[in-house]
């Protein structure tokens, strides 16, 4: 078990252009959570799947971010037509749950810079 | 809807000085409460959770945090900090299926 690994770890794209992001979760954790985090505040909850299932997105999440959890493994976070605003870490993280939510555990999140 | 509030946002100790950092969450029904914590360069780690009995649960690396139903507290403690605890400390409450951060309180230990 290596733990959430999210890819690319830094991503600098011009305003405009569409990235994705890439996290592979915890071997066997059914839940799959995508947050967002810039300096100086905490992580704030973009959306969430339970297994392949998207059952929850925040209205952080504007038409232009989409995710996705095709097999219920690992899942992307795509972001389209980027704006300087988009500039921060995204984070990934799964955990085990069966009703009441499990321990989440975090990966090392993706920077991304639009400039 | 529930919600996180850390009422410090910078702290700077000395070594071996005793820490508290507040922490007060919204949310009418049954919450399971967490500590993360953020080493400069590394990713969220969970220091310690709460989720039923007894209110005062350890953590790794000597931490600990009561949780006080009726003041909708969960402060984090540690009677003695070390230079390696320089972070930035996120609290986080769950009642339903997500989890909900604080905006983070950042320590900073004077050797």
């Known amino acids: 078990d290596t733990g959430v690994s999210q890819n690319p770890r830094h991503k600098i794209t011009k305003r405009g252009q569409n990235v994705t992001f890439r996290c592979d979760p915890i071997?066997?954790?059914?839940?799959l959570y995508w947050y967002r985090q810039t300096l100086g505040q905490g992580p704030e909850f973009l959306t969430y799947?339970?297994?392949?299932?998207?059952?929850?997105k925040s209205r952080l999440l504007s038409d232009r971010f989409s995710a996705e959890r095709p097999k219920g493994s690992f899942s992307t976070l795509e972001i389209q037509r980027t704006e300087q605003g988009d500039s921060a870490m995204y984070l990934c993280?799964?955990?085990?749950?069966?009703?009441?939510?499990?321990?989440?555990?975090f990966g090392e999140g993706s920077w991304l810079t639009v400039v | 809807a529930q919600s996180v509030s850390q009422h410090n946002h910078h702290v700077i100790l000395s070594e071996a000085a005793s820490l508290e950092l507040g922490c007060n969450y919204s949310y009418g029904g049954t919450v399971n409460l967490f500590w993360y914590v953020q080493y400069p360069g590394q990713h969220l780690q969970l220091l310690l959770k709460?989720?039923?009995?007894?209110?005062l649960v350890k953590g790794i690396k000597g931490f600990e945090a009561e949780f006080i139903k009726s003041k909708f507290s969960f402060n984090l403690r540690k009677p003695s900090v070390q230079w390696s605890d320089t972070a930035e400390y996120f609290c986080?409450?769950?009642?339903?299926?997500?989890?909900?951060f604080g905006k983070g309180t950042r320590l900073h230990i004077l050797p």
């Open positions: 709460y989720f039923s009995g007894d209110p």
């Open positions: 986080a409450v769950n009642g339903n299926d997500k989890i909900i």
């Open positions: 071997s066997e954790h059914n839940r």
């Open positions: 799947f339970q297994n392949e299932a998207q059952l929850e």
């Open positions: 993280a799964s955990s085990f749950s069966t009703g009441k939510i499990g321990t989440i555990y």
